[in-house]
């Protein structure tokens, strides 16, 4: 690797196949991403989209398209970046090229498995975390793998200091260990299916302090550590101010952690918390603004390349979509603000315009860097990087204008009174419809963004098709050791700077310390929950609906949790309360409302609604934008797999009696004959319909907010004998 | 014990206490990273990513 050694220089052979591999992927993944994300775009513009086929609807496309988006384009593109960036910036190949290559095809398999299991419904229900154990395992296997071959690289560098970028990488790399082994702690049921261990409101906490560091840790400080290598390495130029850089590091990583708890204002979660993730949410504001600042400024002197170097156009139009971004959020959480926002299409615009035009075009100004480097060539054609970069830019704007202007219309419809104080839209789908001509701009937005996409692929085609044919990885010369290149003595930051043990562990122990002080308190659910047992369990058959509600993506669309504000418990009744959801395995509180929200349905609606709902939901309400799902009135029950479910879930601390657990599929199917019964009652005139999915589903949803239990109720542990 | 603690805290002095630590230490980190003299060194960290090594 490195052979040649003279006079203090070494020869290094940068590994550019890898960084090849894994940009090459970027591209193939970001494909599949963008198209999914066009197509649950029209899906809610126009319902029969969904095509009325188990696999295709929108609540199993919707996590494909958010595990696409994130694990596989940013994270394929993140690794690329890295790869690159780190052997240049430590003058030395990555650690161990099998590690390299084992960690991208590890990657590459646990996309693939997501990619199956996500349209087949086995999902653990909870966003950006919906993928099963034996994948979760996968993820940490090989995110090992990479931390090993990245800090690998680290120790055996020949640059003293470790430069800003690397600092955020390593960041990076610890956060989403320990975000993703906390949040995916579960119990097996079965090969594909698993409890979480955390329930009800400790699941909720614990979910978005993963789902909001995910952001933080997966699309924001990567990114962050890219942009501060290849903006400056783009415009031949070192950072703005490398102190300012600093500071924005330590901040970020600090308060970031903290946050969490604003994707949960005004629910049953306490008030220290939710005041804890406003206050650090708008802490945020100067970290932020600090490292975009420092980015864009790193361009004085050379503004006018942002006329004629299209790298530049998207560089800086990124790091601007940050800013703004990075504005939005801790706008989005201060309290009176997320009255309006939260659960609307305006989260959704915010998302997007982080991750379409922040994260989207870092990926593409890098790619267009990287491209002619790597292939030892010229782009192909300038003026399609131009065409590209304004018609991406056109399709984000309409993406974000319209998504901005539905969330604060339809947010402003939910709580809008009269003067008697009562809801001036009562009706929900009112207000979905006042916004579907939005939804439909939204997708046009969304497959502009494709176009130039599709423009960039066929110019990085055309790039490669005209590469010299022998393409070898980058050979350099560099100082053998870093004593010949420094001769200062090094003491505080500096010195810290080049211990990469202490440095890891102190940057760890900065997003460390924030977690356990804001987890560890709802962990103890008693101070929450002062009775002894005050709700009942769900029954064996409301087990088996409830996983058909979470297998077909039920949350992406209805929450179920009624906020502590006027027109939420005018709208759908008393607020929900932290014990209703003590058993909640996953939490569904949910973060968008396409549809109403479902936490006190339960006896609202007779059975036969809820079969004719399901099976066409206009034939009960006129111009619902919901999908059909015939397919549940076709698949039967699996009643056997009931009775290790409530094992589980009675391993885990719900209270089952013993009778329940042994005969719970006896239970379950004298439960679906009740129901099944009622509905023939009514003239639904099925064979069979008592093993049929439906019919679990129906419990479930009728058991919701039914829960909490009377006085005069027995203990409630048993729910065999109540049969 | 923990718990219990965890559940009824309310100790203004020691959150007071916690806000100056974390303040102080914050101003701190501030004004050793900007202090006079080390604009010439982080410069020179700074040109890092300009410098790949010399080209064969």
């Known amino acids: 690797m490195e052979s040649l050694k003279n006079n203090n220089l070494v020869k290094v052979v940068y590994d550019d196949k890898i960084v090849k591999a894994f940009l090459l992927a970027t591209m193939v993944f970001a494909g599949i ?201 783009a415009v031949n130029r070192p950072v703005y101010s490398y102190r300012l850089s600093i500071v924005h590091f330590w901040a970020l990583i600090f308060i970031y952690i903290w946050a969490g708890p604003h994707h949960l204002l005004y629910t049953a979660l306490p008030d220290w918390a939710q005041t804890f993730g406003m206050v650090f949410s708008v802490m945020l504001w100067a970290p932020s603004w600090g490292g975009m600042i420092n980015g864009l400024l790193t361009l004085r002197g050379v503004w006018h390349l942002l006329r004629t170097d299209p790298i530049i156009k998207f560089f800086v139009t990124a790091v601007t979509f ?174 810290l700077e080049g211990l990469v043990p202490t440095f890891s562990v102190l940057a760890f122990l900065a997003v460390f310390v924030g977690s356990v002080l804001e987890i560890y308190p709802s962990l103890n659910l008693k101070q929450y929950i002062k009775d002894e047992a005050p709700v009942a369990p769900y029954t064996p058959l409301e087990i088996a609906g409830r996983d058909i509600y979470i297998k077909e993506g039920c949350y992406t669309c209805h929450s179920q949790m009624i906020r502590q504000l006027a027109d939420d418990v005018l709208r759908f009744g008393k607020p929900s309360t932290i014990s209703e959801s003590m058993y909640d395995r996953p939490f569904q509180w949910g973060s968008k409302r396409t549809g109403p929200d479902l936490a006190r349905v339960g006896k609202k609606y007779p059975n036969l609604w809820h079969y004719k709902h399901m099976l066409d939901p206009r034939s009960v309400t006129p111009k619902s934008i919901m999908p059909n799902y015939p397919w549940l009135a076709d698949n039967t029950i699996d009643f056997i797999s009931i009775r290790k479910k409530v094992s589980v879930m009675n391993a885990m601390g719900v209270p089952y009696d013993e009778k329940t657990i042994a005969q719970a599929d006896v239970v379950a199917e004298n439960e679906a004959k009740v129901i099944a019964k009622d509905l023939a009652d009514q003239g639904i005139t099925q064979p069979g319909l008592e093993r049929k999915e439906i019919v679990a589903l129906i419990a479930y949803m009728q058991a919701l907010g039914q829960k909490e239990k009377k006085k005069g109720d027995d203990n409630g542990k048993t729910v065999a004998g109540s049969l | 014990m923990a718990k219990l603690w965890l559940a009824h805290f309310n100790d203004v002095p020691l959150t007071l206490a916690a806000f100056i630590i974390f303040m102080s230490t914050f101003g701190m980190v501030l004004l050793w990273t900007f202090r006079k003299n080390s604009k010439p060194y982080y410069d020179k960290i700074s040109e890092l990513p300009l410098k790949d090594g010399d080209s064969l």
């Open chain 1, 322 to 495: 940050y800013g703004m971004s990075t504005f939005e959020g801790p706008l989005l959480s201060i309290k009176s603000v997320s009255h309006i926002a939260h659960y609307t299409d305006w989260i959704i615009g915010h998302v997007h315009g982080g991750t379409l035009g922040w994260n989207g075009f870092m990926v593409f100004g890098m790619t267009y860097f990287l491209i002619p480097k790597l292939w030892r060539t010229e782009m192909y054609s300038k003026s399609l990087m131009v065409s590209h970069f304004w018609i991406g830019f056109t399709g984000i704007i309409l993406y974000y204008v319209s998504m901005a202007a539905a969330g604060i219309t339809q947010g402003l419809m939910w709580r809008a009174m009269d003067g008697n104080g009562n809801l001036l839209y009562p009706d929900f789908v009112e207000t979905v419809l006042k916004i579907v001509p939005l939804y439909w701009v939204r997708a046009i937005g969304g497959t502009l963004y494709l176009v130039g996409f599709f423009i960039m692929c066929y110019n990085v085609y055309k790039t490669i098709q005209m590469a010299p044919a022998h393409q070898a990885d980058t050979e350099v010369l560099v100082a053998a050791t870093e004593k010949e290149s420094h001769s200062e003595p090094e003491t505080g930051h500096r010195r």
């Open chain 1, 33 to 233: 991403a963008f198209l999914v994300g066009v197509l649950v775009a029209f899906q809610l513009s126009y319902w029969p989209l969904n095509l009325n086929m188990e696999w295709f609807t929108f609540g199993r496309m919707r996590p494909l398209h958010t595990n696409a988006a994130i694990f596989a384009f940013a994270g394929n593109a993140i690794f690329a970046g890295i790869y690159y960036s780190t052997q240049r910036l430590c003058k030395t190949r990555m650690f161990n090229d099998t590690l390299s290559w084992l960690h991208f095809w590890g990657w590459q398999a646990i996309i693939l498995s997501a990619a199956i299991t996500l349209p087949l419904g086995y999902s653990q229900g909870k966003e950006y975390a919906e993928l099963e154990w034996p994948i979760d395992i996968a993820i940490a296997v090989f995110w090992v793998i990479f931390a090993v071959n990245f800090f690998g690289t680290l120790l055996r560098r020949r640059e003293k200091h470790i430069y800003v970028a690397l600092w955020f990488y390593i960041s990076t790399i610890i956060t989403v260990a320990m975000l993703h082994i906390v949040n995916s702690i579960e119990y097996p049921v079965s090969f594909l299916k698993s409890y979480p261990v955390w329930a009800g409101v400790q699941d909720a906490m614990i979910q978005w302090w993963y789902g909001h560091n995910a952001v933080a840790f997966f699309l924001t400080t990567p990114f962050l550590g890219l942009m501060y290598y290849f903006i400056p390495k």
